[in-house]
């Protein structure tokens, strides 16, 4: 058994276009996490920055954001939502981590090659250290859990191996301070379901994303029934029609996708859905699959709506959720200091 009570924490940065797969990978674990855990979800507004944002923008979609954990279903009383920026404890715990984590480990991240490009010297900083704050908004809560989508596995090894070498470079002194073996949790990653990993909807071996230039390429939780409509038919497919088990998906990344979408907002395993529409060619699924996505997505997306109108309750949730997270946050960062050896 783990020394360590057990606390799920998540965040979601703040950068506009939140979509179908932040939904499916992410937020529908949120809700369901809350029924037997204490939970902790976070809008990652420090990490938006590292790349270029418009300042009124950010606190629109930091307001947005918060608006769709609770129209989601999470409930900000019985959970802390709140803002990153809110809580100076991630930053601060940021840097003592920067100072324990290898600069040849921040280098192997896929995401920052990905997102830095070619011109990779004119990434900002904050970019290539995106991974170490990530560790750092776990771990200065000490959080077990973390559910995220496929795409953040590797960013969530490395926290486990930041709070792995911390525990092991201060153990003396952990233990000295009376914390026992070990200081931080390893937190594990929660990635399950059938929709870890949404694809593009113009090209399913590329990933949904909240920066694809294509606003075709992905659903906005912000979409309306039209919009809905529009982008599931244009969504590219292949001449075939569906086959009857899983194993005919393989090779067909579009079609996957589509099934892997309809599976994950119908609550079925892809066996199931193949089991009713093997056979249907793609003109009929994808009908389906709109009255699906417009009955799952038009209330939440209604709500959202109502709840982000009313900015002094959004703006009231998430101050009062800093506040509580920082009472957690400031006793931890106390101790990290005492481990550390800065005089407070
Ligand atoms: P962000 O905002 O980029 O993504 C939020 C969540 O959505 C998941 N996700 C997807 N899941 C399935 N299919 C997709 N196409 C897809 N695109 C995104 C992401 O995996 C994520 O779970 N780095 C985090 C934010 C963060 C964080 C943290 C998460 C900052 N600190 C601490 C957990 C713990 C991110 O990717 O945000």
Excluded at 73 to 80: A, E, F, M, R, V
């Amino acid at each position: 058994m783990s020394p360590f009570p057990q606390r799920v924490f998540s965040g979601v940065q703040s950068t506009g276009n939140l979509h179908l797969g932040n939904y499916l990978g992410a937020i529908v674990r949120f809700v369901e996490l809350q029924k037997s855990f204490d939970c902790m979800y976070c809008v990652v507004d420090l990490h938006a920055i590292t790349v270029p944002q418009d300042p009124i923008a950010l606190k629109a979609n930091t307001r947005e954001i918060a608006a769709a954990f609770i129209a989601c279903g999470i409930d900000p009383k019985q959970n802390i939502v709140f803002n990153q920026s809110q809580v100076p404890e991630h930053a601060e715990l940021a840097w003592v981590l920067n100072c324990v984590a290898r600069i040849g480990w921040l280098n192997r991240m896929t995401q920052f090659k990905d997102k830095a490009g070619k011109d990779r010297e004119n990434a900002s900083m904050g970019l290539l250290d995106y991974p170490v704050l990530m560790a750092a908004d776990i771990l200065i809560y000490r959080a077990t859990h973390v559910p995220v989508g496929d795409d953040q596995k590797q960013h969530l090894e490395l926290a486990r191996d930041i709070a792995q070498k911390f525990n092991n470079d201060f153990s003396e002194s952990i233990a000295r301070n009376g914390f026992g073996e070990a200081f931080f949790p390893l937190p594990e990653p929660l990635i399950s379901g059938p929709a870890t990993r949404v694809m593009s909807l113009r090209d399913g071996t590329k990933k949904m994303s909240k920066s694809d230039a294509s606003d075709y390429s992905r659903i906005n939780l912000s979409d309306d029934a039209d919009q809905i409509a529009q982008k599931v038919k244009k969504a590219k497919t292949d001449p075939d029609a569906l086959p009857s088990e899983e194993k005919g998906l393989e090779g067909r990344p579009e079609a996957d996708n589509l099934v892997g979408i309809y599976a994950a907002l119908s609550g079925q395993s892809k066996t199931d859905v193949l089991g009713e529409f093997g056979g249907a060619n793609f003109s009929n699924f994808k009908s389906a699959l709109v009255d699906l996505a417009v009955a799952k997505l038009a209330p939440i997306t209604d709500k959202m709506r109502r709840i982000r109108e009313d900015e002094t309750y959004v703006d009231g949730v998430l101050r009062d959720g800093a506040e509580r997270a920082r009472a957690i946050a400031r006793e931890n960062m106390n101790a990290v200091k005492d481990i550390v050896g800065f005089l407070r």
